[in-house]
Each structure stands twice: as structure tokens, then as C-alpha cells.
Nanobody, 125 residues
């Protein structure tokens, strides 16, 4: 059983930056970040395949958000920069440990079996 603990959310002004962290216990094949704004579906943000470090991003965050990992610490990070009000959401870390991850599964909520508790990001002036 993989357990995930996120941290690093907060309230910032437009244009600011934040870094989210997610520590995982147990072995995983892929980890992802998703976000959910009030009244909206949970959407894909970014994901990393643990075996080769391949990273995917949603078009809405490409060039502004950067995902990275520390393999020794079993931790992934999401650096959020040039934040916009529409980036406000609860950000969730997710992990998949059973299947061989491919892009279609890594970018879908259904591709993950383990979820963190979420961390709030609010962007407002």
C-alpha cells in the first residue's frame, strides 16, 4: 500500500511561485499531480514515469510548471511559477504501483490507485 503526503500549498498573488512536495511510501511505477477547482472535475497537471523519468504536462501548465523527483527520498515536486487565478485549486498527488504506465494512463485519473489528501493553492490579488 502506497501512502502519499503532500505539502507546500498556500495563498499567493498572481505571478508568484510555489513548490509542492509529495512524499511516497512504498514502490510506485508512476506519480502524478492533479488539481480540482470548486465545481469542476479533477484534472491532470503532470506526471512522471518512475523507471525512466519521463514527464508529461497538461497544455495549460506547460512552460510554467515543472515536475521533478528525488529518487532517494521517494519524493516528487511540482514547481508552480507565473501563477494565475485560474490555477487556484486543491492539488492532489497520485501514484500507481500495479500497472506499466503509459502516457494515456498517466494523464488520466483512472490510471492511479493511490491519492494524497490534497493541498490548497489559492492565487488572488
Amino acid at each position: 500500500q502506497v501512502q502519499l503526503v503532500e505539502s507546500g500549498g498556500g495563498s499567493v498573488q498572481p505571478g508568484a511561485s510555489l513548490r509542492l512536495s509529495c512524499v511516497a511510501s512504498g514502490r510506485m511505477n508512476a506519480m502524478g499531480w492533479f488539481r480540482q477547482a470548486p465545481g469542476k472535475e479533477r484534472e491532470f497537471v503532470s506526471a512522471i514515469r518512475w523507471s525512466d523519468g519521463n514527464i508529461f504536462y497538461a497544455n495549460s501548465v506547460k512552460g510554467r510548471f515543472t515536475m521533478s523527483r528525488d529518487k532517494a527520498k521517494n519524493t516528487v515536486y511540482l514547481n508552480l511559477s507565473s501563477l494565475k487565478p485560474e490555477d487556484s485549486a486543491v492539488y492532489y498527488c497520485a501514484a500507481e504501483s500495479r500497472t506499466r504506465p503509459i502516457m494515456s494512463t498517466m494523464t488520466s485519473r483512472q490510471g492511479y490507485e493511490h491519492w494524497g489528501q490534497g493541498t490548497q493553492v489559492t492565487v488572488s490579488s
